[in-house]
């Protein structure tokens, strides 16, 4: 099956073999990940354009991923981050990539696998759990409920504890909202379609949306568990609000944020100039000293 996708470098995907026509020349690029039927099927695609003349058509120049010379990335655009995680980069996976979807429409908590799926199974009034095997990601629907949210988290982490292929407490859990996936998320969808989710992303690739609105706002943030099962989440890792959201009642904090934590959602640029301090810094003070800082800044 061959479908068509935006003349970019951000829509390749190392799993996967592109076909690139311009008026001189055409290119199939292979995926490290791509098997030898997808490569005759790309040959197959280039010989059959009604836009290009013969001459054109009869000698397609292959490239493999890794080997692309400066022409392609010209006619491509240019160069841009896209989908390269290094399971996608096999053809076969002892691991196979699964998708599970968990609501609480029905009254109760659910959690449901989704078989042989597609960007569309992303149901926005839901959470999804996508487990790549040497991380888990947490994807968040613009219609998500609060205990979507909350029960979600928990059953990641119970999944790879209760494991029975023996996965790795270490595995790291990926909170992304809905319109602000990265590559490595989306690799695992096959053809992604930005334009979906127009309306927190307006369309936008992932490394645009980060260099307009900055990576702090992304809304991602990663989730560690060691070895007791305990989360653990850097300081960088966490998601970050405005000083002024964090200083609201409890009911009224952003979801997800720890009311008796307040001070690590903050970037570190304001958490320097409010504590007048790094936040490294502070986590050395005593804890009364701690407290003490908190409670003057009402982040307590």
């Not at 951000?10 to 311009?22: E, K, P, Q, Y």
């Not at 790795?168 to 319109?179: A, E, H, M, S």
């Amino acid at each position: 099956m061959s479908s068509q996708v935006p003349c970019r470098a951000a829509s390749l995907n190392s799993n996967d073999v592109f076909v690139l026509f311009t008026k001189s020349k055409v290119y199939i690029w292979c995926g490290k990940g791509s098997t030898g039927d997808e490569r005759e099927m790309a040959k197959l695609v280039a010989q059959h354009s009604p836009s290009h003349d013969d001459s054109v058509l009869r000698d397609p120049q292959m490239i493999f991923e890794g080997q692309e010379k400066a022409d392609f990335w010209t006619a491509i655009g240019g160069q841009e981050a896209y989908a390269s995680e290094k399971r996608l980069q096999l053809e076969e996976s002892e691991h196979p990539t699964r998708l599970f979807q968990c609501s609480n429409a029905s009254g109760n908590f659910v959690v449901e696998e989704i078989p042989n799926f597609n960007q569309l199974d992303l149901c926005s009034d839901d959470v999804m759990l996508l487990d790549a095997w040497d991380q888990i990601f947490i994807w968040i629907g613009s219609g998500a409920n609060k205990t979507e949210k909350e029960n979600a988290e928990k059953v990641a982490i119970e999944y790879i504890q209760t494991d029975p292929a023996g996965r790795d407490l270490d595995t790291p859990i990926i909170r992304i909202k809905q319109g602000f996936e990265p590559p490595n998320f989306t690799g695992y969808f096959g053809i992604w379609d930005r334009e979906l989710y127009q309306v927190a992303g307006k369309g936008k690739t992932y490394e645009e949306l980060k260099a307009e609105i900055g990576e702090a706002n992304m809304g991602i943030s990663r989730i560690d568990i060691n070895a007791n099962g305990d989360q653990q989440k850097s300081f960088s890792q966490i998601a970050k609000y405005p000083y002024e959201e964090l200083v609201k009642p409890a009911e009224e904090l952003p979801d997800g944020v720890d009311a008796t934590q307040r001070e690590v959602y903050l970037t570190a640029e304001e958490f320097e100039k409010i504590f007048l301090c790094t936040y490294e810094d502070f986590m050395n003070k005593p804890q009364w000293k701690q407290q003490q800082l908190k409670k003057a800044k009402q982040l307590f």
